[in-house]
């Protein structure tokens, strides 16, 4: 097998939060590649500073040092307007906690990102409706995430994640707060977006069976890689 | 670029059970602002609808009312052949003298008594006073003491019906019929003839003229003539204008509404920015979420603006609809002129409803702007932690 491109390259990557007189570091000195069409899980006990780093890679946060550059672009060097468009058009976020909108229903849910895009509405609705039934919920296009149960309210989350066709889809312990069916489902979900799909797919969890889902895996330890 | 507006929409709706205090407080401020512009809208249409701006109404220098006014008998024979006088088809010109008194009343339902304005009209005043009519009976006939009351004022006062007698002093009158003036001034009248009014009430004067000049250049001449014969002390205007300036009595009114408004409205944007803060608190990680997903700070500013200002106009129609209840109800104030009793009615015009609304919106929007820029200033990464 060759070598595959780098989408994502850390380099002497820090965080120092601080409070007062206390500085807590969260990531010291991580330096990373992650291969396109990996689905790598990110793993490390709490506190470690795994969440921290999704965020800096996926763009939400920013590190206090270091560079982290994602196909090609140095995101830590964007500004804020840029930072939101760049999010938009090559991150894909699941979240633990689903982060649907309550008002809109899936369909509306799965269509924001696309309302930042230039696509018409018959483009949009084709789009909206392929990844609706990739997720296999196309069925329940019109219901809002009340009426859907936490499995769907993910998968929903998913098909909005995927909609704008990302390089980069992460995901903060996106099983969290699911019962283990759903999770297989989601975990089945995720694992089939990155080979096949083509996407790298980075993943926090603290479940070693939900890990076993990835291509590899890396441990945190007190803002460190350990292996 | 902007999140849709069903988002505004269904989030202004889907908190009703917080947001309700806030659409109520809204909807009393616009109630009572609506309500106070359409007594005073009422009150200006009663005085600002009178007249024709043909006619010329005399009265004497220095009078502010016809009722307070005083002309000599001999003035009418002095007036009436003038040139610049209109006259009808069977040559006689078109010049009215009317005879005003105040006569104290009974209500209805022992509601206490109060003045109306009698007016002694001749054939002539009716003629130059087309926007009156009969609404029941019929007219007066000049030597049965008989007299046309108000249709509105019937409704107030006690005796009014058609076949009933009142007293005023030794004068006896019978109700022979109700009168109709379109809203205007003469809606708060009783008329019966001239000349009967006089003897009746023991006046040797009469209170005014009203004259219908040729033409408008006429009419002119004619003001100029009065003004400067120094036989009359008499003072000749239109009759438009006579009543537009009664139309002051409104101001009070509108003054009233307007700071009633505007003290009311300070609480409602309380109210309003209470909600707002309350909505943004609730939903720091959906808003985190939107600006995760793409959208910026502009837009979550504006969505929640359009909350605001929906949730507003909903609170701003309940008002107008309730207030509406009200339109076209008559009632009745002092005249500031006559003391006598003046109805109207209350006027809720489509003009009145969209400032209503409008203010509504503006009491919303400025509610929701503190709020909505502190959702602005919310993290990115606040969706990704809050819980
Ligand atoms: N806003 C902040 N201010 C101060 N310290 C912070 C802040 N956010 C995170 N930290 C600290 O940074 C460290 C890493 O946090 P992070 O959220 O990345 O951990 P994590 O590995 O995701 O943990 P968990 O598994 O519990 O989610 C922690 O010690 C945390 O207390
Ligand atoms: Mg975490």
């Known amino acids: ?227 | 670029m902007a999140l849709p507006l069903r988002y505004s929409f269904r989030n202004a709706l889907v908190r009703w059970r917080s947001t309700s205090a806030t659409v109520l407080g809204i909807a009393l401020v616009v109630f009572v602002f609506v309500l106070l512009q359409s007594l005073a809208a009422g009150i200006e249409r009663s005085s600002g609808n009178t007249g024709d701006p043909r006619n010329l109404l005399v009265v004497r220098k220095g009078s502010t009312a016809e009722s307070a006014s005083l002309i000599a008998r001999q003035n009418f024979q002095d007036l009436r052949y003038l040139p610049e006088i209109a006259r009808n088809p069977q040559g006689e010109p078109l010049m009215a003298a009317d005879v005003l008194v105040l006569v104290n009343l009974p209500r209805r339902q022992g509601a206490g008594e109060a003045n109306v304005l009698l007016r002694g009209v001749t054939p002539r005043g009716m003629e130059l006073r087309p926007q009156v009519r009969l609404a029941a009976g019929r007219w007066f006939e000049p030597g049965h003491r008989e007299v046309v009351v108000s249709a509105k004022l019937a409704r107030r006062f006690e005796h009014f019906d058609i076949g009933q007698s009142f007293r005023s002093g030794s004068a006896t009158l019978t109700v022979v019929g109700w009168l109709e003036g379109g809203g205007s001034a003469f809606d708060s009248e009783c008329w019966l003839d001239a000349d009967e009014c006089r003897s009746l009430f023991e006046r040797d004067m009469y209170s005014s003229f009203l004259i219908r000049p040729r033409d408008a250049a006429a009419g002119e001449q004619l003001m100029a003539r009065i003004e400067a014969d120094r036989r009359f002390k008499l003072k000749a205007e239109r009759e438009v204008d006579y009543y537009r300036k009664q139309t002051m009595t409104a101001a009070p009114i509108k003054w009233l509404g307007n700071f009633l408004a505007v003290t009311m409205s300070i609480g409602a944007v309380f109210a309003a920015m209470n909600t707002m803060y309350a909505a943004v608190g609730s939903r720091t990680r959906e808003i985190g979420t939107l600006r995760v997903l793409g959208f910026r700070r502009r837009s979550v500013v504006l969505a929640l603006l359009l909350e605001g200002g929906f949730l507003a106009l909903i609170g701003g129609a309940l008002g107008c609809a309730v207030a509406f209840y009200w339109n076209g109800y008559t009632t009745a104030t002092m005249g500031f002129e006559t003391f006598s009793e003046i109805v109207f009615e209350f006027r809720i015009t489509p003009r009145l409803v969209a400032e209503g609304l409008l203010f509504a919106v503006m009491v919303g929007l400025a509610g929701t702007f503190l709020p909505a820029l502190r959702a602005a200033r919310l993290p990115v990464i606040a969706a990704l932690k809050s819980l």
Not at chain 1, 115 to 123: E, I, K, P, V, W
Request: with cysteine.
């Open chain 1, 1 to 227: 097998m060759d070598i595959p491109e780098p989408i994502v390259t850390v380099r002497n990557l820090s965080k120092i939060y601080a409070q007062g007189e206390i500085q807590v570091t969260a990531l010291n000195q991580i330096s990373l590649t992650i291969a396109a069409g990996e689905f790598l899980t990110l793993m490390g006990p709490s506190g470690s500073g795994k969440s921290t780093l999704l965020h800096i890679i996926a763009g939400v946060d920013r590190p206090t040092s270091g560079e982290c550059l994602v196909q090609g672009v140095d995101v830590t060097q964007l500004n804020e307007s840029e930072l939101a468009d760049w999010r938009n058009q090559n991150v894909g976020f699941v979240f633990q906690t689903f982060n649907l909108i309550p008002v809109l229903t899936a369909f509306e849910n799965v269509e924001l990102p696309l309302l930042l895009t230039r696509l018409g509405s018959a483009q949009r609705r084709r789009q909206v409706e392929a990844v609706l039934d990739l997720v296999g919920l196309s069925d329940r296009m019109h219901h809002l995430p009340r009426q859907l149960s936490g499995g769907q309210e993910q998968r929903v989350a998913i098909a909005r994640a995927l909609v704008t066709d990302p390089k980069l889809v992460v995901a903060d312990e996106p099983t969290g707060n699911l019962d283990s069916r759903s999770a297989q489902e989601v975990l089945g979900l995720l694992q089939s977006l990155s080979r096949p799909a083509g996407k790298t797919v980075i993943m926090v969890t603290h479940d070693p069976k939900a890990a076993a889902f990835g291509s590899r895996s890396i441990h945190l330890e007190k803002g460190e890689l350990t292996r």
